[in-house]
């Protein structure tokens, strides 16, 4: 019975010369293979980053090749030499190789894993072998638990490359590369094969409940999915979009609006949005959405936005009741109460048809305020209010808020709850809190965020995406963008974000990368078990930049998206979050991103600095298959980490024409003889440009 040792015995190649710790150096034979060897497998040998094995013991030490070399010498190593042949000196090749791990067998010659690290290093005059095929599968981590096929191994006899999805997407997976280099079709096809190869695993007829999310800012990845009836499709303008017309939208439908309602936003991203200055402003605007949402929170949607404000109004009457000493005529703040009153007065009159008891509140307040007002050069003036003036008028208010509070729903809820408010009563309720006592002495520092609340509100180009008509349900919006827990046919959504204006674009990523997290840490809370969900930034170098000297100590879009990935880098695995980060520049990420990324695809990388940053993620034994770094061709990349135990020069799948994102290299030749010519006109590009 042959044994694996004596089988190895018929692929020799040399003997050891030399043994160090990181080094073996080797004396090839005058028969070992110049270009291909063919025995149990035919393998290109010798070749840079190749592997050879060594038999010790029980199992096979793996070794790669770093250098190969020619040497003059007196007498060549053979086999079985010839005593009757006179040996002329003649060059023998040699080559060194760093050792990487240790194949172990059962007792019956079957390869169980590669086991990293060596236990025990050959002695001078081992000899050394070609590995066989199921050796190779060992190698580059496919011999039994991977279940996804993505590439071929070209340095190990082209053996397919199986990853297990749980490795790859559970502990986050950074896909880096230079324009060009083949990265987007592989971040494509992880989605595509992984889908496949789960749907493989089923019964007839049934699909797999996968999770995927695209952030895709540049809109390449929605025409590599149209023809899966499993993707669903979000846009900023999809109207023109229709049934295979090649633009992305799924065969049979219609692309989805993309919206991303500013009540889902937290006290944050409201601050960073509005730029509201951290000294008087951001407590303001803290306060204008507690009241918002607390009104939102009522029962009856009808009287969400009135018992905002009723509640709103009531709180700022009392507080200058409690300011103004009773029994004194002449009122302080006399200016301000009257604006208040005025203001009231027009901000409840659109009220005044959904409750009957409105008309009094407002007629009463109007009459107060006139009696106290006057004009001149323009501008208005107020006499003196009395306590007792606003002690009558301010319980009729009481009466109608307390029948509002009636409901038992919890009213002092949290600032960053995502309960639905409307962002057309942001200015009122901002102005109602301008006119207290308080607030009055700093209103010369809140007209920039005054300013900046109402352009939102009219901005025509956010609207759709901040202020989307009827959307007020948080749980079709989940269903919708995360997907269904149980999904009859599995979900891979595309957030198509090329259209998002750019002044929201950051924080639009920012705040759906948090509502995703957040969702799924509600859903373990409440559940035993997790929903994996992988989710996939594009460009994430514009995102997830690491902080420079540069960078403003206020809050801004970018540091607020920077620190949600890493909060969701650091945390995301507990609740079955996974990120894929696809950058064309690693030397440009959040270290701290980088650092909790497990698993690593590296296609092309020709600047110095992301070359740097790459190699120190290895031992420096392994080292050298990262010098094919800036001359890999399209396709082929090297994977490394949690998902294989060595790094691996893997040929990514081909993808069809069809299936790849739009992301192919301009072709000027074909423009230029106009065999490629658009056929919209810039009129049009200047109506869709233009048009609310």
């Known amino acids: 019975m042959n044994t694996p040792v ?14 160090r710790a990181s080094e073996i150096k080797v004396l090839l034979e005058t028969e070992a293979p110049q270009a291909t060897a063919f025995g149990p497998s035919i393998q290109r040998f010798p070749r840079i980053n190749g592997y050879v094995v060594i038999p010790i013991g029980s199992g096979m030490l793996v070794a790669t090749v770093t250098a190969i070399w020619m040497d003059p010498a007196t007498v060549p190593l053979r086999r079985n030499p010839d005593q009757s042949i006179i040996d002329l000196p003649y060059p023998v090749r040699r080559l060194t190789a760093s050792p990487i791990g240790t194949l172990q067998f059962t007792s019956g010659g079957d390869i169980l894993r590669l086991n990293r690290g060596v236990s025990a290093f050959p002695p001078v005059g081992c000899e050394v072998a070609l590995p066989t095929s199921a050796e190779l599968r060992a190698v580059v981590g496919t011999a039994g638990h991977g279940r996804v096929h993505i590439g071929t191994a070209p340095l190990a006899d082209s053996t397919k490359v199986l990853v297990d999805p749980d490795r790859l997407f559970g502990r986050h997976l950074a896909v880096l590369g230079n324009t060009g280099s083949g990265k987007s079709c592989s971040v494509a096809g992880l989605i595509r094969w992984s889908h496949e190869a789960a749907r493989s695993s089923m019964n007839d007829g049934e699909s797999p409940n996968t999770h995927f999310i695209v952030l895709d800012p540049n809109g390449e990845y929605a025409p590599a999915f149209k023809d899966n009836d ?3 499709l979000f846009q900023v303008s999809p109207d023109n979009l229709g049934p295979g017309d090649g633009t992305g939208a799924q065969a049979g439908a219609t692309a989805s609006h993309f919206n991303l309602p500013s009540w889902m936003w937290n006290s944050k991203e409201w601050a960073t949005f509005t730029g509201a200055a951290s000294a008087t402003q951001r407590p303001a605007l803290h306060q204008v959405l507690r009241h918002l949402r607390s009104g939102a929170a009522a029962a009856n949607s009808s009287h969400r936005s009135l018992f905002s404000k ?4 009531r709180q700022l009457l009392w507080t200058m009741i409690e300011n103004g000493p009773a029994g004194v005529a002449d009122f302080p703040g006399k200016q301000n109460c009257g604006q208040l009153l005025k203001a009231m007065a027009e901000d409840l009159q ?3 048809a959904e409750d009957g008891r409105i008309l009094p509140i407002v007629q009463a307040a109007r009459t107060l305020h006139q009696s106290h007002e006057s004009v001149s050069s323009g501008r208005t003036y107020y006499s003196a209010f009395s306590v007792q003036s606003l002690t009558e008028f301010v319980p009729r208010i009481d009466a109608i808020v307390s029948d509002l509070e009636s409901d038992p729903v919890q009213y002092d809820i949290n600032i960053d709850s995502p ?6 009563d942001m200015p009122g309720q901002l102005n109602a809190l301008l006119t207290t006592t308080d607030m009055a ?12 609340i109402h352009e939102i509100v009219g901005d025509r180009r956010l609207k759709p995406i901040i202020a989307p008509d009827g959307d007020r349900d948080l749980a079709k919006w989940l269903e919708e963008h995360i997907g269904l827990v149980n999904s009859p046919k599995g979900q891979i959504t595309i957030i198509d974000l090329s259209l998002v204006p750019s002044d929201v674009l950051t924080l639009s990523i920012a705040a759906f990368a948090r509502l995703t997290f957040e969702a799924l840490q509600r859903l373990r809370r409440l559940d ?28 801004s879009a970018a540091a607020l998206c920077r620190a949600t990935f890493e909060k969701i880098a650091r945390e995301g695995r507990k609740f079955g979050l996974g990120l894929v980060v696809s950058s064309q520049r690693p030397s440009e990420l959040s270290t701290t991103v980088l650092a909790q990324c497990n698993t690593f695809l590296l296609h092309r990388l020709v600047n110095d600095r992301d070359q740097d940053l790459v190699q120190r993620m290895v031992p420096d034994s392994l080292g050298g298959i990262f010098q094919e770094l800036p001359s890999l061709p399209s396709r082929q990349a090297i994977l490394l980490g949690w ?30 003889i106009r065999q490629t010519v658009p056929n919209t006109t810039w009129q049009q590009v200047a109506e869709d440009w233009q048009r609310p």
């Open 350 to 352: 659109p009220h005044q």
């Open 528 to 555: 035993q078990d997790t929903l994996p969900v992988a989710m996939v930034l594009e460009e994430a170098h514009n995102f997830i930049r690491r902080p420079t000297s540069e960078d403003s100590g206020e809050l």
């Open 230 to 232: 499993h993707v669903r």
């Open 310 to 313: 009723l509640r709103a109004y």
């Open 419 to 424: 309960v639905p408010f409307r962002l057309e």
């Open 6 to 19: 004596s089988e190895a015995a018929a692929r020799v190649i040399g003997r050891v010369e030399s043994v």
């Open 643 to 672: 998902a294989t135990e060595l790094p691996v020069l893997v040929e990514m799948r081909e993808l069809a024409e069809g299936h790849r994102p739009r992301s192919s290299d301009p072709e000027f030749w074909n423009s230029w």
């Open 441 to 452: 002495d700093n209103a010369k520092y809140m007209s920039g965020l005054t300013l900046r």
